[in-house]
């Protein structure tokens, strides 16, 4: 996870509710083909979630969800050697999302389920550690904090310190600031403008802003599938400022973007 090169995640939501796009890929075979198409305009990883972890949002049993990602994961490893991502929050998926041939577990709760370090110890797999307050049925409820980016650094330095005590190799470990996630518009916005302070953890940092509320909030845009551009301009602005993994639903865009700020950032005047 240390190489300097930039790592977009494909995002796959195999969700009747998540907020972007509910209902789309719910199907298995839907879902393969989406995710094949990112693989295509191409994602490096493939993140695949059966719980949808929007505000607000009803938790489901773990055989629902594992009934939802583990037939996507299966099709995907026979499809691709792209790495396959699983989106939980929970133990119990991840042991048979890995098993499947899930490489990469990524978690809204930083491992903090029962058992859920332990896991990700014994199959010796990437984490992608992530800050939310509260969980996400009640998230959104008037989300407070005294300094929102020292408490999130704090938090996921503990974390970070948990997996490596858990004998999880440091340099498995990606973090996420969890924009969006009990979170109100200004806390985002600090998060983002700090993004650089979190170089210090020493980890590479997972930015996931891709279509989310707060790029509504700024623009007026409440059709989620209407915010490319904003999801756009903060992953530029999050790449301006070190951070090269990104979570995004429009991998050709967002690619499309990265190449032609990086030419231009390094292009060369002749006789310079």
Do not use: W
Not at 33 to 46: F, N, Q, T, V
Not at 47 to 69: C, F, K, N, Y
Not at 208 to 224: L, P, Y
């Amino acid at each position: 996870m240390s190489n300097n090169k930039l790592v977009i995640m494909g995002i796959v939501n195999v969700t009747p509710d998540s907020f972007s796009d509910g209902g789309q890929y719910l199907n298995v075979e839907r879902a393969v083909a989406h995710a094949l198409r990112l693989d295509a305009e191409g994602a490096d990883i493939l993140d695949i979630g059966g719980e949808s972890t929007r505000p607000g949002a009803t938790p489901i049993s773990h055989q629902e969800e594992l009934d939802r990602v583990i037939p996507v994961i299966e099709a995907l490893t026979q499809k691709t050697n792209k790495t396959i991502s699983i989106d939980t929050r929970h133990t119990s998926v991840m042991t048979e999302a890995v098993k499947a041939g899930a490489s990469f577990i990524n978690d809204v709760n930083a491992l903090c389920d029962n058992g859920a370090l332990a896991l990700a110890a014994k199959y010796n797999v990437p984490v992608c550690l992530m800050h939310m307050q509260k969980q996400p049925e009640n998230m959104q409820d008037e989300p407070s904090y005294s300094d929102i980016v020292t408490e999130v650094f704090a938090f996921l330095e503990q974390r970070i310190s948990a997996c490596v005590e858990a004998g999880i190799d440091k340099k498995k470990i990606v973090v996420d600031v969890g924009i969006g996630f009990g979170k109100t518009l200004d806390h985002n916005l600090a998060l983002l403008k700090n993004i650089e302070r979190f170089h210090a953890l020493n980890v590479p940092i997972l930015l996931g802003t891709s279509r989310k509320r707060f790029i509504g909030e700024i623009s007026g845009q409440e059709n989620a599938s209407e915010r490319l551009g904003g999801s756009i301009s903060s992953a530029l602005y999050g790449r301006q400022h070190g951070v090269k993994m990104f979570r995004v639903h429009d991998v050709a865009q967002t690619q499309q973007a990265f190449d032609v700020f990086l030419a231009i950032d390094g292009h060369h005047v002749a006789g310079d």
